[in-house]
């Protein structure tokens, strides 16, 4: 049987028209959930993104510990109804599209993201894709715990779980397609056969120039009116 080629996709500012846990934060504060404190965090770690600087792992510890707060119940009904206000809303049609052209072709479609795995699993719904590779940690006593487990899926950590995930279908990155903007993805770009800068950074559209890599714009809203249920979930609700 013949391999089936891999197409992995970013989130954040490539299927997404911003950043998921921006809008999460975004939904928080709007609705009174957030204190001052956490805002300052927020608006801290998202300059610290925009200059690359982002110390990613007191990032995951952070969050979940204020996702850790709530139940799992009170926190899946919080993110479906950031989903529905926030997030679905701003979801691309070109990478709707994309998704589908590639899976049109036979190939196989992962959202690989270093979003948490509820909210990934509510974009792959909705977009159809096949799979997802995202920020998973263990439910504890009915909540969310910060024990992370690694490698991350973000820089180099997200190439080597794309690397374990093709390899465990018996491909090899040399046959798969990566979309990102992101310049902590360049280790997964440059591992990819076939890379695609989508509203990249800077300094990724520069890469791209020199590097021959198709770039490609895209704006327009989905228009989803329907928000997606998460289906394939590693955690279990009590």
């Known amino acids: ?142 909540r969310l715990t910060d024990e992370l487990e690694m490698p991350l899926p973000y820089g180099e950590g997200k190439k080597v779980l794309a690397q374990r995930y093709a390899e465990s279908r018996g491909v090899t990155l040399e046959d798969c397609w990566f979309y990102s903007d992101s310049l902590a993805d360049t280790p997964l770009l440059d591992a990819v056969g076939h890379p695609v800068a989508v509203n990249p950074q800077r300094a990724v559209k520069r890469i791209a120039f020199e590097r021959g890599w198709p770039v490609l714009t895209w704006h327009t809203p989905a228009g989803f009116t329907t928000p997606s249920i998460a289906v394939d979930l590693s955690f279990e609700l009590a």
């Open 1 to 142: 049987m013949t391999a089936v080629p891999i197409a992995f996709f970013d989130l954040d500012h490539t299927l997404l028209d911003g950043a998921n846990g921006n809008l999460v934060v975004k939904y928080m504060v709007k609705t009174r959930r957030m204190g001052v404190d956490a805002i300052w965090k927020a608006i801290k770690f998202t300059v610290l993104y925009r200059m690359n600087r982002l110390p990613r792992e007191e990032v995951y510890r952070w969050t979940f510990q204020e996702c850790g707060k709530y139940s799992m119940h009170e926190l899946i009904e919080m993110l479906d109804e950031s989903y529905a206000q926030y997030v679905m809303p701003r979801l691309y049609k070109e990478g709707a599209d994309c998704v589908a052209e590639h899976k049109e072709k036979g190939h196989h479609t992962v959202i690989a993201t270093a979003a948490g795995e509820y909210m990934s699993e509510k974009v792959r719904v909705q977009l159809g894709a096949d799979d997802k590779i995202a920020a998973v940690a263990p439910v504890r006593n009915g």
